[in-house]
């Protein structure tokens, strides 16, 4: 496929209709279409945390874990309550056998959610 015609494909429309294009490739498990229509979308609207938590999972489900790694972190440099993004970013750094620094961000991300271990008694 021509690359001119490609990149027009997922940049044509507003970001309504490319948000909604990269929801209909990510649900037909298409992540590597859905990433790169949401590339375009974390650049026109970096301050968003949804495009660019779906373009962290798209990279994640799409084995591009370092991509994956440097969105997550992006996001949880901003906010860093962000529960789910932490509990993403912890799988990514399982994923990539980086066990203890997946750890921290995993331990958080349940505390975050509340998910505290009972007392046992």
Avoid: C
């Avoid at 509990?87 to 998910?115: C, F, K, P, V, Y």
């Amino acid at each position: 496929m021509n690359t001119t015609y490609d990149e027009t494909y997922y940049a044509h429309g507003t970001l309504a209709e490319r948000w909604e294009r990269a929801l209909l490739f990510f649900d037909a498990k298409d992540y590597a279409a859905a990433a790169r229509v949401l590339v375009g979308l974390v650049e026109e609207a970096p301050e968003q945390t949804g495009p660019r938590l779906l373009l962290a999972r798209s990279y994640y489900h799409s084995a591009q874990l370092r991509r994956a790694e440097a969105e997550l972190r992006t996001i949880v440099e901003r906010d860093p309550v962000e529960h789910y993004a932490r509990l993403m970013l912890g799988r990514t750094l399982q994923r990539q056998n980086r066990h203890e620094e997946a750890e921290s961000h995993l331990r958080i991300a349940s505390a975050l959610a509340g998910d505290f271990e009972q007392p046992r008694g």
